[in-house]
């Protein structure tokens, strides 16, 4: 009974929290939503498709991103009201002062290594990834070609990240070569480049169409507790629009909840928005169950690795200034829905006849 009760707890979080049904906007409030058609901002492609959003008087206003940095412009010129897009992005913006605040977590380690052909073969052979590359040059006599998204994102930090402190290679190792998400799919299934720095669901539509094509490297290996997307807004929204964006924050825990007890539910919905619905929803449902899937709302779980992250950047020169992370984060607002879901859920317990934990 417990564990039917916090599903439930989860799966139904915005009813379930105390108030917040009465605290709903009204008249609805609109909110200017950027966003990029990937897998780890699913958390907003299934609130638009459960229809939560309106449910809960909120208008969001979709603005479709092919990169972060194109979102962090948008910012730039006064863009914008709330974000889902990767944590570089946001610290750039930050960096830019522009008056953010990270909210919550979407998810982490995210980002696979995707080779074909040649280099996807070198790794079978090689005892490690240097080794791999090494020999690749050798024998195809150039670096390997290895799309990711422009200089700053999470994908392009990660990539570089591996090359320099993982393998202690350099970049200067491979060849990178930026693009959105959509050409760095076309440019591997097409044989343009060799591999890229990738998140789902590119890393399983190129397994799937593709012979031979294979995950050499995954976050973990290549930067440890990588963070991932995630929820920000700006300031004068939070302080505008406390209670819409507390609701908003509410739907955002909810919807991950559902990403990881019910994948398949939310696939219909992600495929909506992501590769413009050219993508087999098998495909699609295949991607969320991914190791490279790892979806959390809690701020807290990546902070430390975004130091690590801002440290990096900083070397490398895509953080011109050093940013406050204790700024950037904000983690009161989810602090603030999480706890009253775990009141509400022992409220229920007890009526439900069970034994408190506390």
Excluded at 210 to 235: H, K, S
Excluded at 257 to 282: C, N, Q, S, T
Excluded at 298 to 327: C, K, N, S, W
Aim: net charge negative; glycine share 8%; with cysteine.
């Amino acid at each position: 009974m417990l564990r039917v009760v916090r599903h439930l707890g989860a799966v139904a979080l915005l009813c379930a929290l105390p108030g917040l049904a009465q605290a709903q906007p009204s008249p609805p409030v609109t909110l200017e939503v950027g966003y990029m058609p990937i897998l780890p901002v699913a958390q907003l492609f299934v609130m638009e498709g459960e229809g939560w959003t309106d449910e809960a008087g909120l208008e969001l206003e979709l603005t479709r991103f092919s990169s972060g940095p194109a979102m962090v412009q948008a910012l730039a010129s006064g863009e914008l009201d709330v974000m889902y897009f990767g944590i570089g992005p946001a610290m750039v913006a930050r960096a830019n002062g522009v008056p953010i605040k990270v909210l919550a977590a979407s998810i982490r380690e995210q980002i696979g290594l995707v080779a074909r052909g040649e280099l996807a073969d070198a790794f079978a052979r090689a005892a490690d990834p240097a080794e791999a590359i090494a020999r690749f040059t050798e024998e195809q006599g150039r670096k390997p070609q290895i799309a990711t998204f422009p200089r700053g994102s999470v994908p392009d930090t990660v990539l570089r990240y591996w090359l320099v402190e993982r393998l202690d290679v350099g970049e200067e190792a491979v060849e990178i070569v930026a693009m959105g998400a959509d050409r760095v799919q076309q440019a591997l299934l097409a044989g343009a480049v060799d591999a890229a720095s990738i998140l789902e669901p590119i890393l399983t539509t190129v397994q799937e169409r593709v012979d031979g094509a294979r995950v050499v490297a995954r976050a973990d290996e290549m930067l440890p507790g990588q963070p991932g997307a995630v929820l920000a807004a700006r300031e004068q929204v939070l302080e505008a629009h406390p209670e819409a964006m507390r609701t908003l924050m509410a739907l955002h825990v909810r919807a991950t909840a559902m990403l990881l007890e019910e994948p398949d539910r939310a696939a219909p919905h992600v495929r909506e928005f992501v590769g413009k619905r050219l993508i087999k929803l098998d495909t699609v449902t295949t991607a969320l169950r991914s190791p490279s899937s790892n979806y959390l709302a809690d701020p807290h779980a990546i902070l430390e690795a975004t130091r690590t992250m801002h440290d990096f950047q900083m070397a490398q020169g895509t953080l011109e200034t050093p940013v406050d992370l204790e700024a950037l984060f904000d983690t009161t607002l989810y602090d603030a829905v999480v706890g009253e879901q775990a009141g509400d859920e022992e409220t229920a317990e007890h009526a439900a006849g069970e034994p408190s934990n506390s």
